[in-house]
């Protein structure tokens, strides 16, 4: 049931456990003479006795006192369905920027490895590439003085292919008959006494020697050994 707020004194019926309160039932205007009559100023004296007997009897706090934490029933208080979505909707915002920057720290990675080489490496590159054409042309140069060396040294390769040169020192007329001459002379020729010399050179030394009446001396510096060993190579082949 709703009340005028004519029958209030302030217009609106107070709390209802203020009993003590002029408004607490309405008062005016009712077309009656049987209600007690309320004293608004006595009320007043009340309230204002009643708050100053609190004050002192609550000790003062500190000017500047911190605030108080919440209690742990706020903190627990159940959220709200729209707090949820919220905190949904947070949640799959981190997730995505987690993703992204992942994915971005692996095209920085893949970007280190396909960089261009940089300035020192270039520079070792063309060392690494100066380095080897001075290697090869040392393998090449080396190459031809082995060639030109073998064409002084008396082994195969002083009479191979030159059927004029095996004439000229041995007095044979190829280089298939020197072959067959050193088949047929191996098995009797003073291999252990003679390490310094093949059995080519001693066969090559000895017709040389028959054919070209060659000192000692000479043959000694054709074949790099010592003239006493041209001299046992001679007597024990002849």
Not at 58 to 63: D, I, N, T, Y
Not at 102 to 128: F, H, I, M, T, Y
Not at 165 to 190: A, D, H, I, R, W
Request: hydrophobic residues 30%; proline residues 7%.
């Amino acid at each position: 049931m709703r009340v005028c707020s004519l029958h209030f004194h302030s217009g609106k019926p107070s709390y209802e456990m203020l009993e003590n309160h002029p408004d607490w039932t309405p008062s005016l205007r009712l077309g009656h003479s049987d209600v007690k009559t309320t004293d608004a100023a006595r009320y007043q004296r009340q309230v204002k006795h009643r708050s100053t007997q609190r004050q002192e009897q609550v000790p003062p706090l500190a000017e500047h006192q911190e605030e108080q934490p919440p209690s742990p029933a706020q903190d627990q208080r159940p959220s709200s369905p729209a707090q949820d979505l919220e905190c949904g909707l947070c949640t799959s915002r981190q997730d995505v920027i987690n993703s992204l920057l992942e994915e971005n720290r692996k095209l920085k990675e893949e970007a280190q490895d396909q960089r261009p080489p940089s300035l020192a490496q270039d520079v070792e590159c063309g060392l690494c590439t100066s380095r080897r054409d001075v290697v090869n042309s040392l393998l090449e140069e080396n190459r031809k003085l082995k060639e030109e060396l073998d064409e002084y040294r008396m082994n195969e390769n002083f009479l191979s292919g030159d059927d004029n040169t095996v004439k000229y020192y041995t007095g044979l007329p190829n280089y298939v008959m020197f072959q067959t001459l050193l088949c047929s002379l191996t098995p009797y020729l003073p291999q252990g006494r003679m390490k310094k010399l093949s059995t080519f050179q001693l066969v090559l030394l000895t017709l040389m020697r028959l054919r070209l009446d060659l000192p000692v001396q000479h043959l000694s510096r054709l074949f790099r050994v010592h003239r006493t060993t041209v001299s046992d190579a001679f007597q024990h082949t002849l």
